[in-house]
């Protein structure tokens, strides 16, 4: 048995050891491209034959409403945005907006995969996320790895801005009205990281990162483009976050040598739906009161 | 013995009790991460406390001022109490409150990992445990009390109370890492589920056939029975909360925002858990109070 010293000694030194764990602990800090840096890879150089997929993504049948936001926790954002909603369906007349489109995989012209390539040309530089009337602009982003994401805030609030993804670090920062721009970088590839703020719980967006150029986020009317995408056989994706943990569509398109190849998809009841990129949680098959 | 200790000890109970309100509070509105600071929030030691951060920075003032009472408790029992060992149980009682703050402050720190979080949450039902056993131990009743004198057969009640109270814990502690292994807009993990509706059946097997038995072999004692009724009673609202908040916890992922109905029985359920695992810590005292351990010694004492 320990002597009462001992004991005492021990009982402080684990006491002094928690407290400075807890203190020395902050978040992660940036990541500036994580071991690897910059995506690996070769570069690809623009041979003056590239193409575009474009395409218009719809919605079939009447889109589900999207809820009303109660922001009385917070007087300031009551005021700048008084009839807040929810984001997950902006539909208009049939066509979604804020379906993410991307280039999965796929095979050049000269048989290399579009996964060899670590730079390409026309690398978008930076983008913004901004929190203004406490929702976020825009509601989905889409980046390449290591591109500095921006993160301001317009309101005359505190927020605090948490990214929640799975194959990068876990990211969460406060920001004060008026505080400089937070910068972030995420490292990997990931469909989709979402974002959230914990102070404000209906805050929610999400921020796609692919390891090259070609996605888009779709307009109001539905359209989206890649340009400069290789002569190459391709399988595309169009992914929504509506349903559980979000639903996208697949296809196979061919671009020929200067060619436009067009690659629609459609959500919604009679459109087929495939399990998103984020694992489906399996369903709950306990007791509920329906099922008695 | 001093019943001003007991107040306090009681009062402290209480306090502790609301604590566990304010923090399951923030794990149903998802505010534990409403500031990245700590121990300020941040910057500032009292911040406007708008949207979640009413709840996390609510917490931490609620915390902090159970952190003073139980120091104040601590040395109150050093000057009042004769009892060397319940003195220490208040030193106890110190270390568990101060471990519980660093834990909070380090779950903060660390973005809320399930293990430190899952960990808090236990650590507070433990620390509660302590001060209900502080205000059971300093009672007048408790210190007054002697061994019963009639013959009682039947199976060990003893060994039922600390069963029990074991597989409540256990319940608990499932309970926890199942409310923090995923947030209001996610589904909750099915494995974790499984094993914390399996432990209610358990617990409800096991606590329903202690109270049975107290009751039935302790009738006229209500020095017994009235903590057995008392946790038989929260038993069936907790098992009713429990259906609760599986219903609507299920549904949220799909809602806006952590909505009240949702947060409201969450809540509830852990309070409830709280008070089940509380009425069992008395019953458990008490039966260890007055119950023989074995026939053998009771008949040694009246040869």
Known sequence: MLSKNARLWLGVIMGISLLSLASSCTPKEPDDGGPGGPPEGKTYTAKNNEGTISG????????????KIDTSADSVCTSKSPDLKTEEWVVADGKIANAYVYIKDGTLADGSKIGDYGKWPNMPASATLDQNGCHYKPHVLGVVVNEPISITNSDPTQHNVHFTPKNNPDWNQGQANGAPALQHKLAR????????????????????????????????????????????????????????????????????????AKADFSFGGTAMVQPGSWPMLEAITFPTLHNH | ????????????????????????????????????????????????????????????????????????????????????????????????VVAQGLLGGLTVKLNLPLIVSATHATLAQLFFLITVSLAVFTSKRWIESEPLEQMVEGPPVRALCVFSLAMILTQLVLGATLRHSATWDKDLPTPLLVAHICGAVVVTLVLSTTIAAVVLR????????????????????????????????????NDPQPLTPMVAVTVAHVACGALVFAATIVLTLRVFRIVRAKQAEYRLAHA
Request: proline share 6%; net charge positive.
């Open chain 2, 218 to 253: 302790f009738r006229p004692e209500t020095y017994l029975t009235r903590p057995a009724a008392v946790a038989g009673f929260l038993l069936v609202v907790q098992l009713g909360l429990g259906l609760a908040a599986y219903m609507t916890r299920r549904t949220s992922p």
């Open chain 1, 189 to 260: 590839a990931e469909v989709l990281v979402p974002v959230k703020c914990n102070q404000h719980p209906w805050m929610k967006a999400y921020i796609a990162v692919s390891k090259h150029p070609f996605f888009a986020i779709t307009e109001k009317d539905g359209s989206y483009s890649l340009k400069g995408v290789p002569p190459g056989k391709y399988t595309v994706i169009a992914w929504h976050e509506g349903g559980a943990n979000g639903t996208e569509q697949k296809m196979d398109v061919t671009v020929a040598a200067s060619g436009a």
């Open chain 1, 56 to 67: 218009v993504v719809s919605y079939n049948g009447t889109a589900p409403e999207n809820k």
């Open chain 2, 1 to 96: 013995m001093s019943k001003g200790v007991h107040r306090f000890a009681v009062f402290v109970a209480c306090a502790t009790f609301f604590l566990i309100i304010a923090g399951a509070n923030v794990t149903s509105h998802d505010a534990g991460l409403a500031t990245s600071d700590w121990p300020l929030s941040n910057g500032q030691v009292f911040p406007k406390m708008v949207g979640n951060l009413f709840w996390e920075h609510g917490h931490r003032m609620v915390a902090t001022a159970v952190g003073m009472l139980t120091i104040v408790l601590a040395f109150y029992l050093q000057f009042r109490e004769p009892r060397t060992w319940v003195k220490r149980l208040g030193w106890a009682a110190l270390g568990a």
